[in-house]
C-alpha cells in the first residue's frame, strides 16, 4: 500500500526498502547459505494495492531471486490501499494449487497496518 512509502525506519528507509531488503537477505540468501533452501524449492509473492498481483510465481529459490528481489529496491512503488481481501484469495489459490501434498508450504503475510478492505457488515473478512 501507499503507507510502505513512508520512511520512518531508523536508517531513513521506507518501510517498503526494508521488506526487500530483509526478503532477500535474511529469508533466501541465508537459506541458500545455510542449505536450508535450494533451486528446487519455489518462491511466490502476492503484492497488494486496491488489487493483488502476483510478482513472482514460483520462481526457484536462488540467486536470481535474491537478485530480483533487490531490484524491487528501485523499481516496486507502492500504491493505493492495502486490500488485504483480494490478496489472501490469490494466497489461498496459490496453496491450493500445490498437487504435491508432501511439500512443505509456508505463507507469509507482511502488512504495515489494519486492511483498507471495505466489506459489508456480517462478512468473515471484517473480524
Not at 8 to 36: I, N
Not at 41 to 69: G, K
Not at 114 to 127: I, V, Y
Request: proline share 4%; hydrophobic share 40%.
Amino acid at each position: 500500500s501507499g503507507s510502505m512509502r513512508t520512511d520512518d525506519v531508523a536508517d531513513g528507509s521506507t518501510r517498503s526498502d526494508v521488506v526487500w531488503v530483509t526478503l532477500a537477505t535474511e529469508f533466501v540468501a541465508k537459506r541458500l547459505e545455510t542449505g536450508e533452501a535450494c533451486a528446487t524449492d519455489v518462491f511466490s509473492l502476492i503484492v497488494m494495492n486496491d488489487e493483488s498481483q502476483v510478482l513472482f510465481d514460483e520462481r526457484p529459490m536462488d540467486w536470481l531471486l535474491f537478485n530480483a528481489l533487490i531490484d524491487q529496491l528501485r523499481s516496486a512503488q507502492p500504491l493505493f490501499h492495502g486490500n488485504y481481501l483480494p490478496a489472501l484469495d490469490q494466497a489461498e489459490q496459490k496453496l491450493l494449487s500445490n498437487i504435491h501434498g508432501s511439500c512443505a508450504l509456508l505463507l507469509l503475510f507482511l502488512s504495515d497496518g489494519k486492511p483498507s478492505d471495505k466489506t459489508p457488515s456480517g462478512h468473515s473478512g471484517s473480524q
